[in-house]
């Protein structure tokens, strides 16, 4: 009989070895699982197990993609359990930073706490990420690329935001580091700041919402935004330059399909980046077009606005104003006349900057040929200008002069810049001449065949702006009886209008033989109207009660005959001549004349009829010549740009 003590050997223990005791306890194992209660408890066991599954099955979690273009081809159950990651396509903006775990698992393993998926973006985010935008980027990557979306017009981005790199387009796509922004005149809304949008993607579809109008700058005033370079040479945060000051010429802006010019704009800015990328137009692109612009404006067409920033130099402050002029300080109460700027219908001319004037005449001669309108414009000129210079001490006239009526001639001196102003006397641009009379006395003549005397002193000055034409309104010229002269010939009687053109057409061939027009540029100020109601200058007219300029054009007068005939002659000379037509945008002001207020001291005659003694030809200043000289500082812009 066997020795029943070797079946209950520990495993492991002595007596024949490890492998037979290890044999002996599985046929133990065997032999009870073979009775019926193990094996309905297993049976149980796992019919348990099969019904769990399937109740899982019936009942997909929420947390599962509904719209996953890979798993919307398979039966809903296998997406539901077998789907772990989000699709390769695209997934709905609102779960594209959300788990794609196994629904399974999610009962098992609840994300409630999100720290296992990042939050879902706000819903104005209209762009749709890929496979590979599983998670945020890091803080400090953050605002660090500015990169066109898919959309006709360009996005308008604010200082430290960002946008999705993406494109539907099938251009190439741009190099690594190069960065590319456009100015648009309507674009899509850009993104709140903080949010961060994927930029490694080239084939994501994006969602544009529509297109809003950027802001318009106010006027006079731009803003451009200018790039920074981030370490790795991508465009930064867009820094805001500050506005110009009101004096800045305004700035050129390009826009999609169509060109604009903002009022009292200088050119855009050129930066450019470390990468040797451009961003935005050029500083010389913008400025041509702007110049361009302003070559094909009629400067002579539009209307008085009223502006507060003006005038361009404080009321009294220019101690070099004639005393004909000055009618604040000849004690004039209103002061609304000194408020308007003039604006053409066609572009916006540019305020006059006297910093940038003063460099564009640097070392050159500007003069004024002509009668006491045109010494009207050059007294306004020189207060302007010397209001902008640090040391007014070092602007003076060449004499010492301190009034500007009674010599021939005058000439300011802006010592630290090289230039001058200066002013020569010739009311008719054609000598003024004496012959003898019957009765051995002389008689005065007007030699319509010789130029002005001094003629041959401004011949080779840089610029020069002739006028004429209120002194061919007086009696004598106007009548025309014995005082017109060619050669030794004194006409008995010459209409008034033939005795011009042969002016004019004398002065016309004195520039063509005299005037450089490579060097010299020539300007020709047209007729300034005038605004005598009741009589004339001489016989009781009056302009004392206009404060206000005339607002209806059917108002206005008829084009000055005076003038067609200059006109005439301009097109029949060969150096060119630029016309300042400021016959009409004068007509308009009658307001702004001195009228009684010409003068501190009356005379006993004055005093009896004040009302009788008034000029309403020419200007208060600061006024109206302000702004034929904003015209000119406007023609000199595009003809030294020219040069």
């Known amino acids: 009989m066997a020795d029943p003590t070797k079946h209950h050997l520990p495993i492991g223990g002595g007596g024949g070895g490890g492998g037979g005791n290890l044999f002996f306890f599985y046929s133990d194992l065997r032999s009870l699982l073979r009775t019926k209660r193990t094996a309905a ?53 609102s779960d594209a930073y959300r788990s794609q775990s196994p629904s399974l698992l999610s009962y098992f393993f609840p994300n409630d706490d999100g720290s296992a998926a990042s939050s879902p973006p706000s819903s104005s985010d209209n762009v749709r990420t890929g496979s590979n935008a599983t998670a945020p980027r890091p803080p400090e990557e953050r605002n660090s690329t500015q990169v066109a979306v898919n959309s006709d017009k360009d996005p308008i981005f604010k200082p430290n935001q960002t946008a999705n790199a993406s494109s539907a387009r099938a251009a190439s796509p741009p190099a690594r ?34 297109p809003t109008a950027p802001e318009v700058p106010k006027q006079n005033q731009t803003s451009v935004a200018v790039p920074s370079s981030s370490a790795n040479g991508t465009q930064g945060p867009a820094k805001l330059l500050a506005p110009p000051a009101k004096n800045d010429t305004a700035k050129a802006v390009e826009v999609v399909g169509e060109k604009q010019i903002k009022p009292n704009y200088t050119a855009s800015l050129l930066k450019k980046q470390s990468n040797d990328t451009v961003s935005g137009v050029s500083a010389k692109q913008g400025m041509s077009d702007w110049i361009e612009s302003l070559k094909k404006c009629d400067f ?21 104003i004639d005393e004909q002029f000055n009618c604040i300080l000849n004690g004039r109460p209103d002061k609304d006349y000194h408020k308007f700027r003039w604006r053409p219908k066609g572009c916006n001319l540019p305020r006059l900057n006297a910093s940038h004037m003063i460099e564009l005449l640097r070392g050159k001669r500007l003069v004024f040929v002509g009668d006491s309108l045109n010494r009207n414009m050059w007294e306004s000129l020189v207060c302007i200008l010397r209001g902008a210079v640090k040391d007014r001490k070092k602007v003076y006239e060449a004499n010492g002069r301190q009034h500007f009526s009674g010599e021939a001639s005058y000439s300011f001196i802006f010592k ?5 102003v200066e002013f020569f006397v010739s009311p008719f641009l054609v000598r003024e001449w004496e012959v003898p009379d019957k009765n051995g006395s002389t008689k005065e003549t007007l030699r319509l065949d010789l130029v002005g005397r001094s003629s041959d002193q ?25 005082y017109y002269q060619e050669g030794s010939h004194v006409y008995g009687e010459l209409n008034v209008l033939e005795a011009f053109r042969k002016a004019l057409t004398t002065w016309g061939r004195w520039v063509d033989a005299n005037i450089n027009p490579t060097k010299s540029i020539v300007f020709f100020r047209g007729y300034s109207d005038s605004h005598f109601s009741g009589g004339q200058w001489n016989s009781g007219g009056q302009c004392d009660s206009e404060t206000q300029p005339i607002k209806n054009e059917t108002y206005l007068r008829e084009y000055p005959p005076k003038m067609i005939v200059l006109e005439k002659v301009l097109r029949g000379m060969k150096t060119h001549v630029n016309y300042l037509n400021v016959t ?13 207020y010409r003068k501190q001291h009356l005379t006993d005659a004055e005093r009896r009829s004040p009302l009788r003694f008034q000029d309403c030809s020419h200007w208060c200043l600061p006024g109206v010549p302000d702004a034929w000289n904003e015209i000119l500082y406007a023609e000199l812009l595009v003809k030294l740009n020219q040069k």
Not at 43 to 68: H, M, R
Not at 471 to 481: I, Y
Request: hydrophobic residues 35%.
């Open 41 to 93: 408890l297993a049976y149980a066991l796992t019919s348990a197990f099969v019904a769990f599954t399937f109740f899982l099955l019936l009942n997909p979690s929420s947390s599962s993609s509904s719209s996953s273009s890979a798993a919307d081809s398979l039966p809903w159950f296998f997406s539901n359990v077998f789907v772990t990651a989000p699709a390769a396509a695209a997934a709905t903006s």
């Open 177 to 210: 580091n190069a960065t590319q922004s456009s100015p648009s005149s309507a674009a899509p809304q850009a993104p709140k700041q903080g949010e961060v949008k994927d930029a490694t993607q080239s084939t994501a579809s994006v969602e544009t919402p529509a």
């Open 300 to 320: 002579f067409d539009g209307q008085w606005v009223k502006d507060d920033s003006y005038p361009l130099y404080k009321p009294g402050s220019c101690s070099l």
């Open 416 to 420: 630290d810049y090289g230039f001058t």
């Open 458 to 482: 401004y011949k080779g000055a840089d610029i020069i702006i002739f006028n004429t034409g209120h002194w061919w309104t007086h009696d004598k010229t106007s009548k025309g009886k014995d």
């Open 584 to 596: 009409k945008m004068t007509d308009y002001r009658k307001d702004g004349h001195p009228s009684i």
